[in-house]
């Protein structure tokens, strides 16, 4: 690891203004992406602001929905997620996990223990690794990425592997999505990595529309796919998946698995969404 | 005694282990110490154009940055091979120079050009990045195969066409006989996968030269430490052997990639010289991949013929070895006499023939890991055995038990001669527990969950207690492969045993000691193991090819003999009675059948102090033994795995591992159970997950965790592992040697479950999902075409 400063902040408005300052700061969140890199000298800021005692980034909160001043029953809540909410929170949440298990399940299934207890959901969206879990959730749920400027939508915000939408000085704060009407996740694991090879988020808002995003797969990191999100609007169930015609096109090869691999991957871990 | 021969005695050092208070060679701080950094080849072939160090030299808290031809100067020699192979037209293998740093060429990605040595670990990388190196790149060739082949680039000028030897076993034409008038002949292509050894400590080495005595001191994470030193010392100019003290501490496993002398270590001794500071290397993760010796890397064809009865009439192999950009240590010996002795599996076979071309290739050097040739041999036979049976229509166990070998000895043609051994014995073990009985009925209920189950056998023999160093010499090898003992009794009559095995995971602060509690009848705590420093071992040729029970064991046994002659003549003497009369239990030294006896220390006490001991006798009691063995060990055994695959992801799943060993005497079951299980571990690891993979430019693109697949708890099944011994005529305890037998056994009952799970035979390793589900693809589309 190369030397930097270490700053430590009570809000995402002090990260601000020394970002606006330091040559290259960077945010530290969880740390389970950043410091491993730093230690192998492949990232070297100058100064590594430290967000785990920064005020309101952190938590779970489902707000409901309300219809004519009238709490509805039958969910439409909004989910609003902390940047520094770790995977274990999000696991664990009772509230969510009434609402919307899936989300709890995808969070347990994110590295081994020592790295949910540590990684955050601000930074696996922050960093947009094409493998990552979270990004397929947050573009099925058509989220929104909340930050220290803006807000921005899912569709928006993830812009290939490793690429966002996130400008220079800017935080994200939280993300936030409406609790479907009915989804899941299927992951398929790389052996040895255990991040996504092929990771299938399937959504049904309570509109009736249909978001399937694919993470792990891709060339160009997560994406939606048309074919399934097709199928499955028309007919919600694990049948309608078998209809549908997986392309390679576009996927990524590997020494764990050729492209037309992880077109078989994309079919059966949306099923295993459904199921 | 119940410490004793065969007790489930829980291991000594695990305190200090598992409360992190072992003492581990990163661990040792020395005064003033500076700490090294490698400048490290980023192509796989290139000529060195040009180096230079000025801006790392200027920075501050940098001491030094040496290299290449400087080495060469100061009279450093090149890195060994430490067995010498002879080919097939007499010729002595083309053996390249390996400098620990390179002069005009380097020839992996990792290669060491330059050592950086600074005040701190962070500083030293940094400079080491600030060395400019100009390379020429040149063209790379990765594969044994492709290594061969006319026109590949050349490695070594010495090593025409890249081939080392050329080398064979056997009689080729009464082979080629016997296969021309087999009833049928399977043949088959079988490749055997480059593994990355992964021990949990990463190598390290700390080198401190104290000019006022001319002296070096080396900790390093060693297998065998007065190896070397021999070999620091005698090939390699660093100090003379008296002049010379290197120290294994605790290591953290090595499964064969600790036993060698690598650059890293030699540049920090000749560092520590240069610059007069104690000059500290520890490897990180990625180093390790770059650097530590990989395993295996064989491509192999293979013919095996059977009469009309199903009998083996012979056995033809070709197999090209991958040996890397370099000759390491024991290279030469592994994919020779550490692997075509073996062809013969545990079967009665009167013809073999085997040729092995090695070869240079712009990879990281391949010498031993976990098993060292015999789990090559093992997985070619078991596969070949296996696909047979289908060919044929019979029972794959059948087939087996109808050409066991049943009586010992046993010579094959092959070199070696099987001592002991009861093949049927392991194999109905290992049936009953695995109810191969009840597989149909486990299969047709996988199936109704949409899964395809598979069972699958490997009945493997391999070599260990390495070995008669006569014989060993006569093969080639450098060295000779005794070990050596002293057992000391303190006059308050407490033991130490100096051992020339090193322990680095195996448990012999529990083992060797159990050995002596039961020949002595006394406590384990009484008794402390020694090892792994030169100033204290008088010698000993170290720990692989699970040696240290058959070889080191034996020599503490012909220590204590004369232990217990000596005490026998004290206690006679004091207790006036007759030698053969005298018998040592329960803490005491007895005359049988009175109530005259020494307590133990008492006789130690009496051997130090000297008034009352037999005239001329010497005082003192210690005694030191080097036992050579008298052949080699064959532990044997049944493996029977069994599988699901889930057709829709080519997930496998290891449902049942049942193992049934013979290992002669076991001294501690639980011990024995460990090195089992950790042996399948990176067995169903080599099957299954372990890959190292190169791209056509020589980059490992398996360099790290997030690409090497390590077998971890859940990829692996609950073992269910026994026992059916024979016991080894060889040795005094009658051991053969369980430390490598797991590994060996294990890859081809996994391979022969799967491709019985999903009726494509044609699945090389690692079986991981991907490679499953095209095997699977495969078959579907054949039955499509049909
Ligand atoms: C062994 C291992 C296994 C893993 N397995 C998985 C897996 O299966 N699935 C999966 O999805 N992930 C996996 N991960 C990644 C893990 O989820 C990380 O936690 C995550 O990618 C990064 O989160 P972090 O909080 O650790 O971020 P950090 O490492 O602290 O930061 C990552 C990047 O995001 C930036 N950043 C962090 N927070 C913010 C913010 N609020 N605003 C702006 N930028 C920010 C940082 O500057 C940095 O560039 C694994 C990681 C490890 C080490």
Redesign the pocket.
């Known amino acids: 690891m190369y030397e930097t400063n270490f700053h430590s902040v009570s809000s995402p408005q002090e990260a601000e203004a020394i970002l606006a300052t330091a040559t290259d700061a ?11 890199t730093m230690k192998q000298r492949l990232a070297a800021p100058s100064d590594v602001i430290d ?1 785990s005692r920064a005020e309101g980034l952190r938590g779970v909160t489902i707000t409901k929905r309300k219809v004519m001043g009238v709490i509805k029953a039958d969910g439409g809540e909004t989910v609003t997620i902390g ?1 520094m909410t770790t ?1 274990a929170e999000v696991a664990a949440n009772a509230e969510l996990a009434e609402v919307f298990p899936a989300m709890c399940r995808l969070a347990g299934n ?3 223990p020592a ?1 949910r207890h ?3 959901i ?3 969206v ?2 947009n ?1 094409p493998a ?3 990004p397929a959730a947050l573009l099925a749920l058509a989220a929104t990425i909340h930050t220290n400027k803006r807000e921005i939508a899912a569709s928006d915000y993830f812009q290939g592997m490793f690429e966002t939408a ?1 400008q220079e000085g ?3 704060t939280a993300v936030s999505f409406q609790a479907p009407a009915a989804g899941g996740y299927g992951k398929f ?1 790389n052996p040895a ?4 090879m092929a990771g299938v988020f399937v959504a049904r808002s309570k509109d009736g529309a249909v978001r399937v995003a694919v993470t792990g797969a891709g060339e160009n990191g997560v994406f939606r796919h048309a074919g399934l999100e097709a199928a499955l609007t028309a007919d919600y169930s694990a049948n309608a998946v078998d209809g549908v015609e997986v392309s390679a096109e576009g996927l990524m090869s590997d020494l764990h698995g050729t492209a037309a691999y992880r077109a078989n991957l994309i079919k059966v871990m949306a099923k295993r969404a459904l199921a | 005694m119940s410490e004793g021969i065969g007790a489930r005695v829980l291991r000594k050092e695990d305190k200090r282990f598992i409360t992190g208070k072992g003492r581990y060679t990163d661990d040792i701080i020395e005064a003033n110490q500076a700490y090294a950094a490698f400048v490290r080849s980023p192509h796989a072939h290139a000529r060195i154009v040009s180096v230079d160090a000025s801006a790392a030299l200027a920075m501050e808290g940098v001491e030094t940055v040496l290299m290449g031809p400087e080495l060469v100067a100061d009279g450093i020699g090149n890195i060994i091979c430490g067995w010498g192979v002879t080919s097939k037209d007499g010729s002595p293998m083309n053996m390249g120079a390996w400098s620990a740093l390179a002069t005009e060429k380097v020839r992996y990605v990792g290669d060491a050009v330059a050592i950086v040595v600074a005040d701190s670990k962070a500083l030293a990388k940094s400079a080491a990045e600030a060395v400019v190196v100009e390379y020429e790149e040149l063209p790379v060739v990765v594969g044994s195969v492709e290594a061969l082949a006319e026109g590949a680039p050349q490695l070594h000028e010495n090593a025409p066409g890249n081939l080392i030897f050329d080398w064979e076993i056997g009689d080729l034409a009464p082979t080629d006989a016997a296969l021309a008038s087999a009833a049928h002949v399977t043949e088959m292509d079988i490749t055997n996968n480059r593994l990355a050894p992964n021990p949990m400590e990463p190598r390290s080495a700390i080198a401190t030269f104290n000019e006022a005595e001319d002296h070096y001191t080396l900790y390093t994470t060693s297998q065998n430490p007065h190896v070397a030193r021999l070999v620091l010392s005698a090939f390699y100019n660093v100090a003379p052997e008296h002049k010379l003290r290197v120290i294994a501490p605790d290591v953290g496993g090595g499964f064969g990639s600790k036993i060698y002398i690598y650059p890293e270590e030699i540049a920090c001794l000749w560092a520590a010289m240069k610059c007069g500071r104690s000059v500290k290397w520890t490897s990180d993760r990625t180093e390790a991949f770059l650097t530590d010796a990989h395993g295996r890397d064989h491509v192999s064809t293979a013919k095996i013929g059977f009469d009309k009865d199903g009998k083996i009439v012979g056995l033809k192999v070709n197999t090209k070895a991958n040996l890397g950009a370099y000759m390491s240590l024991f290279s030469s010996a592994v994919p020779t006499y550490l692997y075509a002795t073996l062809l013969s599996g545990q079967y009665d076979i009167a013809n073999i023939y085997c040729d092995v071309q090695a070869v240079y290739t712009n990879t990281v050097p391949v010498d031993a890991y976990r098993g060292a040739g015999r789990p090559e041999a093992c997985y070619l036979i078991e596969r070949l055995m296996e696909t047979a049976a289908r060919e044929m229509g019979v029972d794959p166990a059948a087939l087996r038990a109808k050409n066991f070998v049943k009586s010992f000895p046993h010579q094959t043609p092959v070199i070696m001669a099987y001592d002991s051994g009861d093949f049927d014995a392991n194999l109905k073990q290992a049936q009953e527990a695995a109810d191969v009985a009840g597989f149909a009925a486990r299969k047709a209920e996988a199936a109704s969950r949409g899964k395809l189950r598979g069972l699958g056998y490997s009945n493997y023999i391999e070599a260990c207690g390495i070995a008669p160093s006569a014989a060993v010499g006569s093969l080639g090898a450098g060295v000779g492969l005794w070990e050596s003992a002293e057992v000391r009794v303190n006059p308050v009559g407490t033991i130490e045993i100096l051992t020339g095995s090193h322990s680095h995971g195996q448990g012999h602060e529990t083992t060797f000691a159990q050995i002596v509690a039961e020949r002595f009848d006394l406590p384990t705590e009484n008794i402390q193991i020694v090892h792994g420093d030169t100033d204290k071992v008088q010698f000993g040729m170290g720990t692989y090819g699970s040696r240290s029970g058959a070889v080191g064991m034996s020599a503490i046994v012909k220590a204590m003999d004369k232990v217990e002659a000596k005490v026998k003549k004290i206690a006679a003497h004091v207790l006036e009675a007759g030698e053969d009369d005298i018998v040592i239990e329960g803490g005491a030294v007895k005359v049988a059948g009175t109530d005259k006896q020494m307590l133990w220390h008492e006789v130690g006490l009496a051997a130090y102090t000297a008034h009352n001991i037999p005239e001329g006798m010497e005082p003192g009691l210690k005694e030191s033994a080097f036992y050579d063995p008298t052949n080699f060990t064959f532990p044997a055994g049944c493996y029977i795995c069994e599988v699901e695959v889930d057709p829709e992801t080519g997930v496998t799943e290891v449902v049942q591992f049942v193992a049934s060993d013979d290992f002669g005497t076991i001294i501690n079951p639980m011990i024995v159970e460990g090195q089992v299980h950790g042996g399948i571990a990176q067995g169903i690891g080599q099957a299954m997950l372990e890959n190292v993979v190169y791209d056509e430019m020589g980059q490992q693109l398996s360099a790290s965790y997030m690409d090497y697949t390590m077998p971890r708890a859940d990829d692996l099944p609950n073992y269910s592992v026994h026992h059916a011994s024979t016991v080894c005529p060889g040795n005094p305890l009658g051991m053969k040697g369980c430390g490598e037998a797991g590994a060996i056994g294990s890859p081809p009952a996994v391979i022969n479950a799967i491709t019985d799970a999903i009726g494509n035979n044609n699945l090389a390793m690692p079986a991981t999902p991907a490679a499953v589900w095209a095997a699977l693809q495969d078959v579907q589309s054949k039955i499509a075409a049909e």
Do not use: C, F, M, W
Not at chain 1, 26 to 36: E, R, S, V
Not at chain 1, 193 to 196: E, I, L
């Open positions: 960077k945010i530290l969140a969880g740390g389970q992406t950043l410091i491993p967000l940047a995977h994110i590295g081994d790295v540590r990684g955050t601000g930074g696996s922050a960093n690794d990552a879990d979270y996130l800017e935080i994200i694991p990595s255990r991040y996504a």
